[in-house]
């Protein structure tokens, strides 16, 4: 990779071919500059292309209010019918919904309003419905009492098969995607790479990743802050799980694959078809494939503190381990599942963070008082201001807004029949705005997580960021540790805030990303 911007900062002085423009855009393999376009030149200044930049989806183009409304309304034109009748004399009810749109089905309601409009279904049919989209019914279930009644009471009747149908042919054979007894097995075996001795090792790796590549960023300008994010966390996890193997590789190359799988996720198109997102994730998932596999023998030989090498030796009391294909399967899902999740959360945070700067500087009064060493876990867990301003801001944008299953066989869910082998949606973002656990559930609002208050433990799923039951995120600890440790550090070293009349707009497409890079203004402490 031997090509350089004209204008253009290293983001990471950890990895060798990661450039990040300095608006913030992440070099594609050097397009940009083999073009001879000016990287700032396609900065917010111009208008013209930062439009077309900050427009992920024609479908997110900003309308006025009463459009907006009218186009809300227009989802609710569609005939309601039954799913399916329920067996006689069961008691039960049938789910009730709508098909929406011919294919599409409500996939473009969806990518617009995310869990706006999963509150709007959960208001207008209760906590089961069903509906038309991404190319077939689904039924979705929201609301605490019926999530709880599926995540668990009923868990046997619920497989992960609901994730094999959208994401099997990028991420095959990852944790998420196994069920029941082969689900138990490997994670048994994955929980030895996530014990907290390993935790305390992954955690040291973070923060000096994060100190070195802050202190290039942009500051004094609007700069788009969630691909800066995206590149950090993509170095944090190059760290932490590959232990700098593969450093001196091309990480752009492999961020992209990263990218191209989980957009393929909600692809409308669902066939390998050239051009179209579903090829491109499954070219994608080829490299990450060759990626894992070249630099498996060496982390097999090593007893490295990273997790690629903490998966090849994990092993059971009963001497379970993972086979050579298994640890590639399981990288791939790990490094997506804790890339995308941990850049909106942060990305969210410092959303919250600039438009309450109360918040931001209480929080930065704890990182101040920790001092000028680098934090490790113990420091990090100590910093409780954060620890509500990152449960506060996953209860309002929860990155993984739905959880997917199938059903294995017929089953009630808050008196609602599903019949065997459907679709369904598992809607935790809907529970994260229940009025009757949570007061103003729009406002952000980090001390209804105090001890004084404690909103979340008015229901058990009533905050269910990462999952409940048996396959509850193996990552939650490590995922908050990381995105303290960006905040923690990003705290100390600047100031950052957002225009009084600035609201994020998220992109639905696949895991909610903002629309616009999210532009905030940075200013250095020191
Ligand atoms: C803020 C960060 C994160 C969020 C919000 C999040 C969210 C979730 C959710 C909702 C699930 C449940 C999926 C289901 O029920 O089907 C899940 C599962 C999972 N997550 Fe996370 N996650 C985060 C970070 C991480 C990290 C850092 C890792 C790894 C280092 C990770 C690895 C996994 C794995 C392996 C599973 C599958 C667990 C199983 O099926 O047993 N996640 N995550």
């Known amino acids: 990779m031997a090509y350089r911007y004209r204008v253009g900062v290293r983001v990471s002085r950890s990895s060798s071919t990661a450039h990040v423009r300095r608006d913030g855009l992440r070099s594609r393999a050097g397009q940009a500059s083999r073009t001879g376009e000016s990287p700032v030149s396609t900065s917010l200044a111009h208008p013209g ?18 459009v907006e409304s009218g186009i809300r309304s227009a989802s609710r034109v569609w005939p309601v019918r039954p799913l399916a009748d329920p067996p006689p004399a069961s008691g039960l009810r049938p789910v009730r919904g709508d098909a929406g749109l011919p ?104 923060s000096p990743t994060v100190r070195a590549t802050v202190a290039d960023w942009p500051t004094g300008t609007p700069t788009r802050l969630y691909p800066l994010l995206k590149a950090l966390t993509l170095d944090i996890a190059t760290s932490v799980f590959m232990g700098g193997r593969g450093g001196r590789e091309d990480t752009g190359a492999i961020n992209n694959a990263f990218v191209a799988t989980v957009r393929a996720a909600s692809a409308i198109i669902r066939a390998p078809i050239p051009g179209t997102r579903y090829r491109a994730g499954i070219t994608g998932r080829r490299l990450l494939e060759d990626y894992f596999t070249r630099h498996l023998p060496e982390a097999r030989a090593s007893q490295g503190d990273d997790l690629f090498a903490g998966l090849c030796n994990a092993r059971t009391e009963d001497g379970e381990q993972f086979s050579d294909d298994d640890i590639v399967s399981h990288m791939i899902f790990l490094m997506m599942a804790a890339h995308d999740t941990s ?21 930065r009064a704890e990182s101040d ?18 620890d509500l301003v990152i449960k506060e801001t996953l209860r309002l944008v929860a990155p993984v807004p739905i959880v997917m299953r199938k059903t294995v ?97 998220w992109d639905n497409t696949s895991l909610p990303v903002p629309v616009d890079g999210l532009p905030l203004t940075l200013t250095r402490r020191r």
């Not at 292309?49 to 183009?61: A, E, F, K, N, T």
């Not at 959960?122 to 009492?145: K, L, N």
């Not at 000028?372 to 990090?380: A, C, K, P, V, Y």
């Not at 990462?466 to 923690?488: N, P, S």
Request: net charge neutral.
């Open 369 to 386: 008082a920790l001092g000028e060493r680098t934090s490790d876990i113990d420091d990090l867990e100590s910093l409780t201001t954060l």
């Open 103 to 206: 294919l599409l089905g409500h996939t473009l309601d969806y990518i617009r309003f995310g869990s706006g409009f999963t509150r709007d279904r959960y208001q207008r049919f209760g906590p089961v419905s069903w509906m038309g989209a991404f190319g077939t019914r689904m039924v979705v279930i929201a609301g605490p009492d019926a999530t709880q009644q599926a995540m668990t009471a009923e868990a046997k009747a619920f497989s992960q098969d609901g994730w094999t149908y959208l994401i099997d042919a990028f991420f095959h054979r990852g944790l998420m995607l196994m069920s029941f007894d082969e689900h138990r097995m490997h994670r048994r075996i994955m929980q030895e790479a996530f014990t907290r001795p390993r935790l305390t090792s992954y955690t040291q790796k973070v």
């Open 49 to 66: 292309r930062g439009l077309r930049q900050r427009l992920s989806s024609i479908l997110l183009v900003p309308l006025p209010t009463r």
């Open 409 to 505: 066989r017929d089953v009630a869910v808050a008196g609602h029949h599903i019949p065997a082998d459907t679709l369904v949606a598992i809607a935790p973002a809907v529970n994260h705005f229940d009025t009757d656990v949570w007061s103003t559930p729009d406002e952000f609002d980090p001390a209804r997580f105090d001890e004084q208050r404690a909103e979340d433990k008015g229901h058990r799923f009533a905050w269910i960021p990462f999952g409940g039951g048996a396959h509850k995120c193996i990552g939650l600890h490590f995922g908050t540790l990381e995105v303290k440790a960006i905040l923690h550090e990003l705290l100390r070293s600047h100031t950052w805030t957002a225009p009084a009349d600035y609201t994020v707009r």
């Open 343 to 363: 850049t909106i959360t942060a990305a969210a945070a410092m959303y919250y963070l600039a438009k309450h700067p109360d918040w931001q500087h209480r929080a």
